[in-house]
């Protein structure tokens, strides 16, 4: 694939992401947090019935292969998802968006460490703007009181923030484990492929947690337009964005994919003006023109070799 089309793919699945945290508000009002979870799976997994049909040219699962796609899941979507949501209620918003900033470093780390990917000072230099530039868009919000998720039992507003703070670097670690697992498995599945089975480890693992919630949940007393805008997140969600995600990892090298998180603070920042009526400061604009250009940084072709030869995790 070429090289620009891939990092296209990258850009639009973060963009995704941000688009649909940011129109996704109103649903998280509406469903609990793990019956939103299962009925994203679910949707996902309908649309997607027929990439889970192996392809004549693809080599039986191996073990190892199966062991990449349940870690994929359980780390990527699952671990990933209950992490942030806890860890986002016990900590302040500004916490949370400084931690998550480390997203495209510990992503380079990990890539450097188990997929023996050769980090040139350019791509260190595209990730220290995306952690800039994430970290003072974080900083420059104003803070917010986040509201108790309503899946949520305990009174964990009690807790204290350093366990949100712990959670939500676990978050980061999931993450980055998610970019460099996915590279693994494009070598030897293909996108829809992946796509379609973390999507299924994923309903497994969230169903009998979203049956509890569903049980005594009142679905007719959801809106029209929210049922509307949970198709689209569980399209965007499962669907779209992983798929994206995983063709342009085909191409590009875990630690440059890894930059390409900044898109999603981008574009939720976008919504939130041209949809939502929100305005940006001049501190916020810089800060995104820092954490673009570690985007562009990432995107120009190196000189030479990016990447030493994979030799596989350990």
Not at 216 to 235: E, H, I, K, T
Request: net charge positive; hydrophobic share 60%; proline share 5%.
């Amino acid at each position: 694939m070429n090289r620009f089309v891939a990092c296209a793919c990258l850009a639009l699945s973060m963009s995704l992401v941000g688009s649909y945290v940011a129109l996704s508000k109103p649903l998280v009002a509406a469903l609990p947090v793990f019956l939103l979870a299962w009925l994203r799976f679910g949707l996902g997994g309908l649309a997607m019935l027929s990439w889970l049909k192996k392809p004549a040219t693809e080599a039986p699962l191996s073990g190892p292969t199966r062991r990449l796609l349940f870690l994929e899941s359980f780390l990527g979507n699952f671990l990933f998802s209950i992490c942030m949501l806890y860890g986002v209620s016990l900590t302040s918003a500004v916490a949370a968006g400084v931690i998550m900033a480390a997203i495209p470093a510990a992503v380079a780390v990990m890539s450097w460490a188990f997929l023996h990917e050769r980090i040139s000072l350019r791509v260190w230099g595209a990730v220290a703007c995306a952690v800039l530039g994430i970290g003072l868009v974080s900083l420059s919000k104003n803070e917010l009181v986040a509201p108790a998720a309503s899946a949520l039992t305990a009174n964990l507003a009690s807790k204290p923030a350093w366990l949100g703070n712990c959670l939500l670097v676990g978050a980061v670690l999931c993450e980055a484990a998610y970019a460099v697992i996915g590279k693994k498995l494009t070598g030897v599945l293909s996108p829809k492929r992946i796509t379609a089975l973390i999507n299924l480890w994923g309903f497994a693992l969230v169903t009998p947690l979203g049956l509890w919630v569903a049980w005594g949940f009142d679905f007719a007393a959801v809106a029209p337009s929210s049922w509307g805008l949970l198709v689209f997140y569980a399209l965007a969600a499962s669907v779209w964005t992983v798929w994206l995600w995983m063709t342009g990892l085909k191409t590009i090298a875990a630690h440059q994919a890894g930059v390409f998180t900044v898109m999603l603070p981008v574009s939720a920042a976008a919504v939130g003006v041209l949809v939502l009526g929100e305005t940006l400061g001049g501190t916020q604009i810089g800060a995104f023109a820092i954490a673009l250009t570690g985007v562009l940084l990432a995107t120009l072709p190196q000189r030479g070799p990016a990447t030493a030869p994979e030799t596989g995790l350990h």
